[in-house]
């Protein structure tokens, strides 16, 4: 619970899992007569922003979608920078560090540069104790591919038929110790999920906004709580 200041004091309802697609960086940039790089460097800090806001408010998990499966089919140099920016955040000392968040990674690592898959483990391993929020980033993340991949395990593991249900799927995503996400969150005026979280995003409300990543604030992000706390969730009930 976290005190609505607007509403005097009505407790509200922190989502326990907020998933974020960090996008309009390259528009942001080009607003700004500046190369798409300045926008994800941008929108790196943003993150950081907004998950300390997050880990403050009492947000138990935050998945941001850093690098998508489908993005290696933009310029090199593109893709060069945004690694670039992942191996200077996770070099960084000053991330986190006392700050209690567990930070994890989920996506198709094979395919990341050696160095970058180091980094991870280590910030994993170093943030193993932390006990406050997990910070996750999708890196080489996609859905269908991480559905694919988990029924690759599931026939290499010989699992039979009558044996696979919903709970065995969940248990071989790269999820599978993570709840659900409650709240979806895209700025940048775009309405599609782009292959994140497909499996998980059942039953999650989702809320866009036209701001573009790198000027999303903490205000834009209560206001997606106080909207979130205005839906009913029904799981399908009544
Ligand atoms: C989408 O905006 C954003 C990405 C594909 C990359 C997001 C990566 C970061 C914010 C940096 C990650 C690093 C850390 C440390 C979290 P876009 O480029 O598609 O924007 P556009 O639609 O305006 O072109």
Redesign the pocket.
Known sequence: MFLNKKKNRTPRNIPGHIAII???????AKNKGLP?SF??SA??KK?KEIARYCNKIGVKYLT?Y??STE?WKRPQDEIDG?MN??RD?LKDSTNFKGENIKLRFIGNRSALPEDIRTLMENSESESDDATGMTAC?ALNYGGRDEITNAIQRIVSDKISADEINEELISSYLYTWEYPDPDLIIRP?GEYRLSNFLVWQSAYSEFYFDNV??PDFSVKDLDKAIDEFNRRNRRFGGV
């Open positions: 960090m996008d309009g960086n390259g528009r942001w798409r926008g994800h929108g790196a993150f941001v850093a690098f993005n945004i920016l992942l955040y980033l940048s573009l990543w």
